[in-house]
């Protein structure tokens, strides 16, 4: 490391040693981030954070780059084809349609009434019942791992903490599939692209798609 000029960037606490694995046998330091003289000017903080599913501390650096910060947008809204299903999301569109309905008079034909007042009004219902359910699945994630951190915390033998840490895993993985579950095309594996993103348009075909196929009894 000498000859490359590298460093630990890792100086942890002036009086007393910083390890990143501790057993019953001792404690090691073998998780380490190394950086050039230049890099390890520009250091801002760095510390330890423990992780779930392993027995090793996270080493976290924040370093400044004199880059131009990018910030990026929104970006392009997509409504989730998942929430149509949903009895709640439903009641409130009737609802909202209802709504839209007593203020058609207050524009001069359909085109306005639907270009100015639906389209808005319809997305902000959709964008507001998307950020709930965000906000629900970062709740139960948060949860879950809190639940992970006090049995890591419990005494006990490891085949009594095993059972329900690989429970909670389960359930993790569980939460993050459905998250990631889409309404894709309704055609062969072989001629879906991978990592195809589904929209409205692909659920409304599907569903067309379905209610046109004629149905042969044997």
């Known amino acids: 490391m000498h000859c490359l000029t590298l460093t630990d960037t890792w100086q942890g606490h002036p009086t007393r040693r910083v390890y990143t694995h501790y057993s019953v046998s001792g404690a090691t330091w073998i998780d380490r981030i190394y950086a050039i ?44 084809s998942a929430i149509i299903t949903e009895n709640t999301c439903t009641e409130k569109m009737r609802t909202l349609w209802a ?77 993050h599939s459905i998250r990631l579950q889409k309404i894709l095309e309704d055609k062969s594996d072989a001629d879906r692209p991978v990592g195809e993103q589904p929209t409205i348009y692909h659920t409304l075909q599907m569903k067309r798609r379905r209610a046109e196929r004629p149905t042969y009894r044997l």
Not at 42 to 58: G, K, M, N, S, W
């Open 99 to 175: 709504q839209l309905q007593r203020q058609k008079g207050a524009f001069s034909d359909r085109t306005m009434w639907w270009d100015h007042l639906c389209k808005r009004k319809i997305r902000q219902l959709f964008q507001r019942e998307q950020a709930e359910r965000r906000r629900e699945h970062r709740m139960m994630e948060k949860h879950l791992y809190e639940h992970i951190y006090d049995v890591l915390q419990q005494p006990g033998p490891n085949d009594k903490t095993l059972p329900p840490l690989n429970c909670l895993k389960l359930k993790i993985v569980r939460l």
């Open 37 to 80: 003289q230049e890099l390890l000017a520009r250091t801002l903080d760095i510390e330890t954070v423990v992780a779930p599913f392993t027995d090793h501390l996270v080493v976290c650096l924040r370093i400044s780059i004199a880059l131009p910060i990018m910030r990026m947008g929104c970006g392009l809204w997509k409504m989730d």
